[in-house]
């Protein structure tokens, strides 16, 4: 039992860290509403799998995502967190805002990926919370 131990802890020893994902500021529109965000990209060539994180009630920046946005990049996803209307860098107002507003900021995101190099446009999923 202990060799299986201590083959384990070398083995640990020469494992490498995971790499650390890319980050880049990204700026989208809504109509005339300008939001603010991050994406997030896994180390590893290739197009990816992405995902969009949503935000609930309230107000809320995109920094409530990061965690999460992190581990996602570890398992090989694109992230897009942005900071939620009226809030953080974002402009417009979450209290003046419509469900169909906040879709359209949805929406936008969606777009936004799209066009991004490392993401397979057609394996785009959302991360929602609450409202």
Known sequence: ?????????????????????AEREVTFKNGSIELKG????????GKHPAVVFLHGSG?????????????FARLGLVS?????RGCGSSGGS?????LD????????????LK?????NPANIGLWGVSQ
């Open 115 to 119: 066009q991004q190099p490392e993401v």
């Open 1 to 21: 039992m202990r060799s299986v131990i201590a083959i384990c802890l070398i083995g640990l020893w020469f494992v490498a860290p995971p790499a650390r994902a």
């Open 101 to 112: 507003d906040l879709a359209g900021d949805a929406l936008s995101a969606i777009a936004l």
């Open 59 to 71: 107000p809320s920046t995109r920094e409530g995502a990061r965690p999460y946005a992190e581990e």
């Open 80 to 84: 897009l967190f942005f900071d939620k």
């Open 94 to 98: 979450w209290t003046q805002a419509s």
């Open 38 to 45: 991050t994406v997030m990209v896994p180390s590893g060539a």
